[in-house]
């Protein structure tokens, strides 16, 4: 029988809410300075329970959700996108997950009417155009295609999305994107030019041993081996575009990938990056593992703390923490925490919203 | 009746002609100075000029290697030796930064600096009466680097010393005006932890590197920058121009100190697939670019315009010295101590090759 995380989840959300900066955004460390993408990931997982019926919210979370969306909406520059962070007045990846947001609070009638407002479509129709001009990675000309085909065997005709406006594009920013795009209209966007360049992109970039890095598999002509970080992202961007006619070589790259974080998972000593991990399969496994994965997530380290030895002297560290179980946090960080949270919730409304 | 003459034409005169000829040629000159000099132009061109005269009337930059002929023996001793051998900056007091090069983790390649030598350097500054010391590192191929730091055995270390670690990519960052003007970037979001210091340690590792010709302790402020603003593996800073990006860094960010790790250095295609060499040495000094240029001709390689161009031009800007007569080198004598590393790929004959 699957475990009950309820308890787990409703602590994780009561330390979202406490640890909202006063402008109404996150940072990646409880009390650091707000950026874009953790205050998005914290709004899409507060947004995940409150998908699944949001009138009994308690009220410190229904005020820190309606503070972090005008937190959003106060930094969209005019031409459709978003910064880091407040003061950052250039164009920046953070748009992504920003339209990933407002597509689900778009789609869920009851999210929208207590957070939404009326100027949120127009933000998000903006930004996706803004996306699709300028974060895809800009055409090259032949000399250029040849010489990246040369050093890194990659194919610059698939065309990700970059982390700023011109520059190349990457395996997080581009999943990010997809993740972003497709999730208004799956049917539909899974069917536009970008979307399938996309996927051709990742299937591309992906690591001949399953998983993917940044976005270099090879490194004049030497193999430059997965991180677990890029490879969830990758994930949950084919977990949202995958078809029946992707039966053949994208299924093949997404099977190894889910194998490399399965092989990665245990020997993980970070909290973020088994919060990771388990996001990702918790979206590709069956029910047992999935559980497995979370009590891992939830528990840390239960058989005491690991032993390192550093020339010669032994040193006890506490690597997996796992969740805090006063406050409800994952190592005192709302990004990690909000990771946590859509690892170990069976909602899918963060990525199938209606 | 009036006679009515014509207004007669004023001839030029020789003298005056050559006069206008002359103040045409210099103005057009200084016009063609100021564009080719551009993004440098031609004030700053004069400056740099006046300091490049100036520091020949200088002392010698002091360079110390000392032997260490392992990681398993004591590192403290002879960095203490280099310490006395060199101007040393005060440290009492201070904030210091230690900047590692930790970046990816690879069966048998010494990629990383060792946890031994960053262990050392941190014995010394508390001996020194540091009055807080953080190791910081941005690494550029993940975003999250805890397990790498177990790996390389540097999270143990630490908390053997009490000493908190920085991810700089993810830290609180500030905007600071770009020095040099060299990539045509007016400012540089730059991490909190860093533009709050009094002091940045560089420690890289001695290796050769296939984009720069080596990466040593001004390539190594490359994982200063913040990947939230500049992403992973920050490859903007690569294609805008990896010379000039370099030692604009150096520039605004001015590190006083430089501590190499060439016990294991790496040959041939670094920063990540090179081959071991045992140098056997610990290289430190002020001036980051003798520094640099040192370590390359005890891999054998001349920091010139050709080879590594970004120590040629820190030089030619007056920020340090690379030439033998202006550094004297104090401690083990260089020739003793000095392997031809096999040199970095040609990227020329690379793209031929495939």
């Given amino acids: 029988m699957a475990t009950d995380f309820s308890d787990v989840l409703q602590l994780g959300y009561d330390y979202l809410a406490n640890s909202q900066n006063n402008d109404g955004g996150w940072g990646y460390r409880r009390g650091g300075m707000s950026y874009v993408e953790p205050t998005a990931f914290a709004l899409l997982a507060l947004f995940n329970k409150l998908g699944a019926g949001g009138q009994d919210v308690p009220e410190k979370r229904y005020d820190a959700v309606k503070k972090g969306m005008i937190f959003l909406r106060t930094q969209a520059h005019a031409d459709g996108s978003w910064g880091v962070m407040p003061a950052d007045t250039g164009a920046s990846w953070m748009t992504y997950p920003v339209v990933w947001l407002l597509n689900v609070l778009l789609k869920i009638p009851e999210l929208f009417s207590y957070y939404g407002e009326p100027e949120d479509q127009d933000k998000r129709d903006k930004a996706k155009a803004w996306i699709l001009s300028k974060g895809r990675e800009p055409t090259v000309d032949d000399t250029t295609y040849n010489q990246v085909e040369k050093l890194f065997q990659i194919d610059s005709n698939f065309r990700g999305f970059s982390w700023g406006p011109g520059e190349a594009g990457w395996v997080i920013p581009t999943s990010l994107a997809v993740v972003g795009l497709v999730v208004e209209d799956p049917a539909t966007m899974r069917e536009t030019v970008e979307i399938k360049n996309a996927k051709d992109y990742l299937r591309d970039r992906a690591c001949p041993e399953g998983g993917w890095n940044v976005g270099n598999p090879y490194m004049l002509g030497k193999k430059l081996p997965p991180t677990p970080d890029a490879t969830t992202f990758a994930l949950v961007a084919w977990r949202t575009t995958l078809t029946a006619s992707d039966f053949g070589p994208n299924i093949d790259t997404v099977d190894k990938g889910v194998a490399y974080l399965e092989s990665y998972f245990d020997t993980s000593n970070s909290d973020h990056t088994v919060a990771l991990c388990a996001w990702a399969l918790s979206l590709f496994k069956e029910a047992d593992a999935v559980d497995n994965y979370r009590l891992h997530l939830v528990r840390g380290l239960t058989s005491g703390d690991k032993i390192f030895t550093y020339k010669g002297q032994q040193v006890t560290k506490r690597t997996l923490a796992g969740q805090n179980k006063t406050t409800g946090d994952w190592v005192d960080s709302p990004f990690t925490t909000a990771i946590a949270l859509l690892a170990l919730s069976d909602d899918r409304y963060y990525l199938d919203p209606k | ?354």
Wanted: proline fraction near 6%; glycine fraction near 8%.
């Fill in chain 2, 1 to 354: 009746m009036t006679l009515r003459t014509k207004p007669r034409k004023r001839k030029m005169t020789r003298r005056q002609f050559t006069r206008l000829l002359l103040t045409g040629a210099i103005g057009g000159s200084l016009v063609v100075a100021e564009l080719a000099s551009r993004p440098l132009g031609l004030i700053k061109w004069f400056g740099v000029t006046f300091k490049r005269i100036s520091r020949g009337f200088g002392n010698a930059s002091k360079v110390a290697i000392v032997s260490a002929p392992s990681y398993d023996v004591d590192l403290l001793t002879p960095l203490k030796t280099a310490w006395d051998l060199i101007d040393a900056p005060v440290i009492a007091g201070k904030k210091i930064v230690i900047k590692p090069n930790i970046i990816y983790n690879l069966p048998d390649r010494a990629i990383n600096t060792n946890a031994s030598v960053i262990e050392a350097a941190i014995q010394l500054l508390q001996e020194k009466g540091a009055k807080e010391i953080v190791v910081a590192e941005g690494t550029a191929y993940q975003r999250d680097l805890t397990d790498l730091l177990y790996t390389s055995g540097i999270a143990p270390m630490l908390q053997l010393h009490g000493v908190n670690f920085v991810d700089l990519n993810h830290d609180d960052i500030v905007k600071v005006p770009s020095k040099g003007g060299y990539t045509g970037r007016e400012f540089t979001w730059m991490p909190k932890t860093i533009a709050d210091a009094d002091l940045i340690v560089s420690m890289p590792k001695m290796k050769t590197h296939h984009w720069a010709g080596a990466t040593l302790s001004m390539k190594n402020l490359y994982g200063i920058v913040p990947g939230v603003k500049y992403g992973w593996p920050k490859n903007n800073l690569h294609v805008t121009g990896i010379e000039a990006n370099i030692v604009e860094l150096y520039e605004t960010m001015a590190p006083q100190l430089a501590i190499v790790d060439g016990i294991t250095g790496m040959e041939e295609d670094g920063p990540l697939f090179g081959n071991s060499r045992n140098s056997q040495v610990l290289v430190v000094g002020t001036d980051l670019v003798a520094v640099d240029a040192t370590c390359c001709r005890l891999m054998g390689i001349e920091p010139d315009s050709t080879h590594v161009k970004h120590i040629w031009y820190a030089d030619w800007l007056g920020l340090g010295v690379m030439n033998t007569d202006k550094i004297k080198i104090v401690g083990v004598p260089i020739n003793t101590v000095r392997q031809v590393y096999a040199p970095p790929p040609n990227l020329d004959q690379e793209l031929k090759r495939y």
